[in-house]
T-cell receptor, first 120, second 117 residues
């Protein structure tokens, strides 16, 4: 199957600073990537859809000016948490849809390993 | 919009026994996939099994199988011969494959499965 990486795996920052998280598809091209947020012992909540070469689509209730998404290439999407506050501390996961067998269609999502953000 | 419901927040099973995790969903879509994902303590999402909605035959992957009842919008996961490594959170997920919002995953709240030695 395809591989998605995320960097960093864990980041600690001070309140008021910005943090960038990278999501890369290593062996396939991803015109679309998804960003999720997961609080402890909860499910994954979709934050936004990242589209290569165009603006991201944000889910209701997600502040687009706070969570900046850039999908500048077919293998890289970035999520920047601006002016981070302790309530932004969470686990952030990206995924990319692709074909499990490497074909043209989509029949699966491939997930990155996640990034744990702690804001002090 | 789609909804996915997992009604069992926690379950436990003895090692080597069989356990079934429940999932129901609601959608008006005709083209979609259903998935079960496993999330161990590492929090890496791992695909357990996939079911295409147009296929009547239930998917199986080694010790894992599903009971897909399309009319009832039910998609349960059966784990046979449970192993200690099966201990994890299990998420049921829905993915539409056409129209607006294609390929987005909608997750259930999850079931925490504990396998007891």
């Amino acid at each position: 199957g395809a591989v998605v990486s995320q960097h960093p795996s864990w980041v600690i920052c001070k309140s008021g600073t910005s943090v960038k998280i990278e999501c890369r598809s290593l062996d396939f091209q991803a015109t679309t990537m998804f960003w999720y947020r997961q609080f402890p012992k909860q499910s994954l909540m979709l934050m936004a859809t990242s589209n290569e070469g165009s603006k991201a689509t944000y889910e209701q209730g997600v502040e687009k000016d706070k969570f900046l998404i850039n999908h500048a290439s077919l293998t890289l999407s970035t999520l920047t948490v601006t002016s981070a506050h302790p309530e932004d501390s969470s686990f952030y996961i990206c995924s990319a849809p692709a074909s499990f067998f490497g074909g043209i269609g989509v029949d699966e999502q491939f997930f990155g390993p996640g990034t744990r953000l702690t804001v002090l | 919009a789609q909804t996915v419901t997992q009604s069992q927040p926690e379950m436990s099973v003895q090692e080597a026994e069989t356990v079934t995790l429940s999932c129901t969903y609601d959608t008006s879509e005709s083209n979609y996939y259903l998935f079960w994902y496993k999330q161990p303590p590492s929090r890496q999402m791992i695909l357990v099994i996939r079911q295409e909605a147009y296929k009547q035959q239930n998917a199986t992957e080694n010790r894992f199988s599903v009971n897909f009842q399309k009319a009832a919008k039910s998609f349960s996961l059966k784990i046979s011969d449970s192993q200690l490594g099966d201990t994890a959170m299990y998420f049921c997920a829905f993915m539409k494959t056409s129209g607006a919002g294609s390929y987005q995953l909608t997750f259930g709240k999850g079931t925490k499965l504990s396998v007891i030695p």
